[in-house]
């Protein structure tokens, strides 16, 4: 048996004991987890010897199984055992955020978390950081950026319009913009700050990490009542906005179950064949970044509409292959080796 499989399982009997008033029995347990008693014996054991008060008492005839009201009560309302254990585990999460002052305030606040868990659940958090780990990419370093996120954290918080320079990577340009901070956004590994900008005369997205300069000014703004940033950026297949485009693309059953797993995008349908493969319906803002996800599926994906999407993969598919076709172009330096490129490729 795996050994996540085995904590998890523990970790949801130590959620039940917790929760319970009078116990459990090993047979309540083994049907709530869906295993074998015995199996539960197993975990039960394995969870007094790390540590955990837990004891057996016969009630109407029936074993039931306990944890110690005092353990119950050490944990300081309103957080219970479980939450404040589920909140320590996120930190692997929260890695991303390294440099910053958000995350500086986590590990302080999981420091006091550490320190607030009985001895028990401390020795039952060293077994799962072994086991457990959450990888998060790809991702940027923002400890240079430190001050400009702190300074639009702090202009959002206060409702000030900021006066930014700012590089636009498609353009390959800076330009001045004054912006109303509405929301630090986090997505796919960057920060972005969403905002109107009076420049455009409407609600823009910017890559925090393009601002090169940032000046807070005294002038006060309001949020719009109607603004939601759910439904701002939940027409995007990811960050870039565009008009509504209705796509519709096939994918090999090879990969079907790949797509099927999860949510893509909120509007989503999918479709499923009689030859295993699957028919995925979206209606997304622009075209931009849903062309890159479809590309990343290779042959085995394929755009049935719109045309003019088919249009563009094609044309991307046929630059590929004329790329690929060509020979490698020789560098200057005869004595380049490419196999040092890959670290893979290393012996």
Request: hydrophobic share 40%; glycine share 6%.
């Given at each position: 048996?795996?050994?996540g499989?085995?904590?998890?399982?523990?970790?949801?009997?130590?959620?039940t004991?917790?929760?319970?008033?009078?116990?459990?029995?090993?047979?309540?347990?083994?049907?709530?987890?869906?295993?074998?008693?015995?199996?539960?014996?197993?975990?039960?054991?394995?969870?007094?010897?790390?540590?955990?008060?837990?004891?057996?008492?016969?009630v109407?005839?029936?074993n039931?199984?306990?944890?110690l009201?005092?353990?119950k009560h050490?944990?300081p309302?309103?957080?219970?055992?479980t939450?404040?254990?589920?909140?320590?585990?996120?930190?692997?999460?929260?890695k991303?955020?390294?440099?910053?002052?958000?995350?500086?305030?986590?590990?302080?606040?999981?420091?006091?978390?550490?320190?607030?868990l009985?001895?028990?659940?401390?020795?039952?958090?060293?077994n799962?950081?072994?086991?457990?780990?959450?990888g998060v990419?790809?991702?940027?370093?923002?400890g240079?950026f430190?001050?400009?996120?702190?300074?639009?954290?702090?202009?959002?918080?206060?409702?000030?319009?900021?006066?930014?320079?700012?590089?636009?990577?498609?353009?390959?340009?800076?330009?001045?913009?004054?912006?109303?901070?509405?929301?630090?956004?986090?997505?796919?590994?960057?920060?972005y700050?969403?905002?109107?900008?009076?420049k455009?005369?409407?609600?823009?997205?910017?890559?925090?990490d393009r601002?090169?300069?940032?000046?807070?000014t005294?002038?006060?703004?309001?949020?719009?009542?109607?603004?939601?940033?759910e439904?701002?950026?939940?027409?995007s297949?990811?960050?870039?906005?565009?008009?509504?485009?209705?796509?519709?693309?096939?994918?090999?059953?090879?990969?079907a179950g790949y797509?099927?797993?999860?949510?893509?995008?909120?509007?989503?349908q999918?479709?499923?064949?009689?030859d295993?493969?699957?028919?995925?319906?979206?209606?997304?803002?622009?075209t931009?970044?849903?062309r890159?996800?479809?590309?990343?599926?290779?042959?085995?994906?394929?755009?049935?509409?719109p045309?003019?999407?088919?249009?563009?993969?094609?044309?991307?598919?046929?630059?590929?292959?004329?790329?690929y076709?060509?020979?490698?172009?020789a560098?200057?330096?005869?004595?380049y080796?490419?196999?040092?490129?890959?670290?893979?490729?290393?012996?």
């Amino acid at each position: 048996m795996a050994r996540g499989d085995q904590l998890g399982r523990q970790w949801k009997i130590i959620q039940t004991l917790i929760s319970s008033k009078i116990g459990k029995s090993a047979a309540d347990l083994a049907q709530d987890l869906e295993c074998n008693p015995r199996t539960i014996y197993r975990d039960l054991e394995a969870l007094q010897v790390a540590g955990f008060p837990i004891y057996t008492d016969r009630v109407d005839g029936k074993n039931l199984w306990s944890l110690l009201d005092t353990v119950k009560h050490q944990i300081p309302v309103p957080f219970s055992l479980t939450e404040l254990m589920a909140l320590y585990f996120s930190r692997d999460m929260l890695k991303v955020f390294k440099d910053t002052a958000f995350y500086d305030s986590l590990v302080s606040l999981f420091e006091k978390v550490k320190t607030t868990l009985p001895p028990e659940s401390r020795k039952y958090l060293e077994n799962v950081e072994n086991t457990l780990h959450v990888g998060v990419k790809p991702y940027k370093k923002y400890g240079k950026f430190k001050g400009i996120l702190n300074q639009v954290n702090d202009a959002a918080v206060n409702r000030k319009s900021i006066e930014i320079v700012y590089f636009t990577m498609s353009r390959k340009k800076e330009s001045r913009r004054r912006v109303n901070p509405y929301r630090i956004w986090f997505f796919n590994g960057t920060f972005y700050l969403i905002g109107f900008c009076h420049k455009r005369n409407e609600v823009r997205i910017f890559a925090l990490d393009r601002i090169k300069m940032l000046h807070q000014t005294k002038e006060i703004f309001e949020i719009p009542e109607d603004f939601n940033l759910e439904k701002f950026v939940g027409s995007s297949f990811g960050v870039y906005q565009g008009e509504p485009v209705y796509i519709k693309v096939w994918f090999h059953a090879d990969i079907a179950g790949y797509i099927k797993e999860k949510i893509w995008h909120e509007s989503q349908q999918i479709h499923p064949q009689d030859d295993g493969s699957i028919i995925f319906e979206a209606e997304v803002a622009g075209t931009d970044e849903i062309r890159f996800w479809i590309m990343t599926w290779g042959s085995r994906a394929e755009v049935l509409a719109p045309e003019s999407l088919r249009e563009e993969i094609r044309a991307e598919a046929e630059a590929m292959v004329n790329r690929y076709g060509a020979p490698i172009v020789a560098e200057k330096s005869t004595s380049y080796d490419r196999s040092q490129d890959h670290p893979l490729q290393q012996r």
